[in-house]
């Protein structure tokens, strides 16, 4: 049993105790979450109910915490001009456990 969800833009498949990575939330460790922009859900891999644009149905998960992505350089450079920027920046995220998906 799987669904594909949309959280904050981004479309996941997630299934039943699935960990997964979403850009960040706002709500506290432990708090539980609700997402009902539900777009395709299939209870095995053979049948499929597909939303037009949605389905009636919510995900239900809970926040385990927030963490940062690896850092990414930014450099810029003109050369013979003495120009030269080094930015770094680190997404955050918030890790999810898919507890039920009704």
């Known amino acids: 049993m799987f669904a594909i969800v ?8 997630v299934s039943e105790s ?12 432990g708090a539980k979450v609700s997402f009902s922009d539900v ?3 299939s209870s ?3 049948s499929f109910k597909i939303g037009a644009p949605s389905l009636s ?3 239900e998960a809970t926040v385990l915490k927030h963490v940062k992505d690896d850092k990414v350089m930014v450099f810029k450079k003109k050369r013979r001009k003495g120009y030269k920027r080094t930015k770094g920046h680190r997404q ?5 456990e ?5």
């Open 6 to 13: 949309n959280i904050k833009g981004k479309q996941y498949k």
């Open 18 to 29: 699935d960990k997964v990575y979403i850009p960040k939330l706002k709500d506290d460790v």
């Open 39 to 41: 777009l395709m859900f």
């Open 44 to 46: 095995d891999d053979k």
């Open 57 to 59: 149905m919510n995900v």
């Open 92 to 96: 955050q995220y918030t890790e999810i």
């Open 98 to 102: 898919i507890n039920s998906i009704k």
